[in-house]
């Protein structure tokens, strides 16, 4: 008993100075975990981590006794020289974790329904935070359970300033301690903090900062929180005045004047709606997505199908290479890169008969390769750097977010966007994932698992 | 059987109107309050069977407000609405039963109240 409690400060000194000083996010929990593990004794674990922009809890370790086993040792070892951090610290986590269960854990989206109610209600009313999963119903995180032979966990949310950054499993659950605690919420606050650096970061790249006019982005940023702020107070008083003239109209005595009245009074309402949510379309691009293999041909088609109901005087062609059948992405969110761009040539190519999109799509390796080409005249080329950022625009009717909310949908499916003139048009280069798993021969047998 | 009771905590007044009148349409009893510690106070008193929840409120927060509600009766299902659906990923909104991202067209509401006071 002595001899554990001994052995918990030491590693609780070790584990501080790991928190401290590792500022990769996935080795943090690669090497906490283990270590946390040998502290109380756990045989088998793993950690989620909560990706805000996905909305679910991704798995991100498991590890089970073999593995610890070949730490524990290790641990023993310079336990004695109190070096243990610093092996750590150094330690290659990939030989530790790449195992195939680890392959296999991670790409699990586990959405956040029951479970994260339950953790939510135990934080918010106080209530203890250990649970056994028996109370746990969400079938991913069972098959976690199962995949790992585990029957009954612990169940510890890791939390940081009233927000969840994810939680762990560990087993056998009668290992509690309060000292657990302690590495908990440490592990939490780091986590916590690093997610807080990458989202930085992140934001930096999407706005793509650089040094000279890091003050007018700045502004930029600000101009679109201050919108959203407007916006928001817009739209929570458009609501119950749409609602209410909705009752009104009941009331109104129809006749060719009043009709007219009300159809007018509506159809605005609606525009304004529309033009409000819009921007908030915009500064929320937190959506949900939901990617898997898509067969593109379809959502190439779906987009011009949307398409030419506002404008069906533009000639569509499509040409897919074999190869490049499936797309590994979320469909709503493709589709909407899609629209965009057609509309945009659409406004840029005017009222006459003539337009055309050419769209050609090819495999290179791993990924997708889309080009999408107008004949509308495309852009002064020093403006090509312009046109992808946020309120750029040059329609009295526009709010120059089109583009924006392109480029971030596609740097959130991990690809790659670019714009250059043509001949006669612009050409928008867009570079997206093939599905992992389908190697270059097999596509063809996969192409629709989509359903 | 009795009338359920609907508490609507929402700031706005055309929206608490609405929603007044929408849900007494529908055969539930109503009771609006315009922010959290006028509702709060008198919840003992009203003693709702489910409550439709406001997150962007000045003064205490839908969410603040669900943290209590949720302290004085766990069971009573909440529904937090807002014009958009940025909260989503509030940690918090998670204790909530359901959440809605407001709209002029209230059947999803409608729809949500009922299957929670079904449960
Ligand atoms: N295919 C195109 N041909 C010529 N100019 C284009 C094309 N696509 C975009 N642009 C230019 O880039 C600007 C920004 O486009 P973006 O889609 O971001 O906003 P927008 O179209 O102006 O507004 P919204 O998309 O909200 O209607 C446009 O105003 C236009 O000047
Ligand atoms: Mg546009």
Redesign the interface.
């Known amino acids: 008993m002595a001899d554990n409690y001994a052995k918990n400060r030491n590693l609780l000194y070790e584990f501080s100075t790991i928190i401290e000083r590792e500022k990769d996010l996935h080795r943090l929990y690669f090497i906490s975990l283990p270590i946390i593990m040998i502290a109380f004794g756990f045989e088998k674990g793993a950690v989620f981590k909560y990706s805000?922009?996905k909305?679910c809890f991704d798995p991100k370790a498991g590890l089970k006794k073999e593995s610890l086993e070949e730490l524990s040792k290790k641990w023993e070892s310079f336990s004695k020289k109190g070096e243990f951090a610093e092996y750590m610290l150094k330690a290659d986590t990939s030989t530790l974790y790449e195992t195939d269960y680890n392959k296999k854990i991670r790409g699990l989206n586990i959405p956040?329904n029951d479970t994260?109610?339950l953790?939510?209600?135990m934080?918010?009313?106080k209530t203890d935070r250990l649970l056994k999963t028996e109370k746990i119903e969400n079938k991913y995180i069972a098959r976690v359970l199962r995949d790992m032979e585990m029957e009954n966990a612990l169940y510890i949310p890791l939390?940081a300033k009233?927000?969840?950054v994810g939680f762990l499993l560990l087993t056998p659950p009668d290992k509690k301690t309060s000292d657990l605690k302690f590495f908990c919420t440490g592990l939490g606050l780091a986590m916590s903090a690093l997610i807080e650096d990458k989202e930085i970061a992140n934001l930096k790249r999407f706005l793509d900062f650089n040094e000279d006019d890091i003050k007018q982005k700045q502004r930029l940023y600000e101009i679109g929180k201050t919108a959203?702020t407007i916006t928001?107070e817009i739209?929570?008083?458009?609501?119950?005045?749409?609602?209410?003239f909705?009752?009104l109209k009941n009331y109104i005595e129809s006749s060719e004047k009043t009709d007219r009245y009300v159809e007018i009074i509506e159809s605005e309402l609606n525009r304004i709606?529309r033009f409000v949510a819009d921007i908030?379309k915009f500064s929320?691009h937190?959506?949900p997505t939901d990617k898997k293999p898509l067969n593109l041909k379809d959502v190439i088609d779906r987009a011009i199908d949307l398409t030419n109901t506002i404008n069906n005087n533009f000639v569509f062609s499509v040409c897919i290479d074999k190869k490049a059948s499936t797309v590994f992405g979320d469909r709503n969110q493709l589709e909407q890169v899609l629209i965009n761009l057609f509309k945009n040539s659409i406004e840029a190519y005017g009222n006459k008969e003539g337009g055309q999109i050419r769209i050609r799509a090819k495999r290179e390796g791993e990924f997708i390769i889309l080009k999408i080409r107008d004949n509308s005249g495309g852009v002064e080329d020093k403006q090509l750097k312009e046109i992808v950022k946020p309120f750029y625009t040059t329609k009295t009717q526009g709010t120059g977010l089109g583009l924006s909310i392109v480029k971030e949908i596609v740097k959130e499916h991990g690809g790659d966007i670019e714009f250059k003139n043509t001949q006669n048009g612009l050409e928008c280069t867009i570079k997206l994932s093939a599905p992992k798993n389908i190697t270059e021969g097999e596509y063809e047998q996969k192409e629709d698992y989509d359903n | 059987m009795s009338k359920k009771k609907i508490m609507i905590i929402d700031d706005?007044?055309?929206?608490r109107?609405?929603y007044r009148?929408?849900f007494e349409d529908e055969g539930y009893e109503v009771a609006v309050y315009e922010n959290g510690q006028a509702a709060l106070d008198s919840f003992e008193k009203e003693k709702p069977d489910l409550v439709v929840l406001d997150i962007?409120m000045p003064g205490m927060s839908g969410l603040e407000v669900?943290?209590k509600i949720?302290?004085i009766s766990?069971s009573t299902p909440v529904i937090m609405s807002t014009?958009?659906?940025?909260y989503?990923?509030?940690?918090?909104?998670?204790?909530?039963?359901a959440y809605i991202v407001?709209?002029?067209d209230?059947t999803q509401l409608k729809e949500k109240v009922k299957e929670l006071l079904s449960r």
């Open positions: 805000k922009r909305r956040c994260s109610r953790i939510a209600n934080f918010i009313t939390t009233n927000s969840i959203s928001h739209k929570n008083a458009l609501i119950g005045i749409m609602g209410l909705n009752k709606y908030n929320s937190y959506t | 706005e007044d055309a929206i109107l609405l009148e929408e962007a669900l943290g949720k302290e766990p014009a958009y659906s940025h989503k990923e509030d940690f918090y909104t998670w204790a909530a039963d407001k709209s002029p209230l």
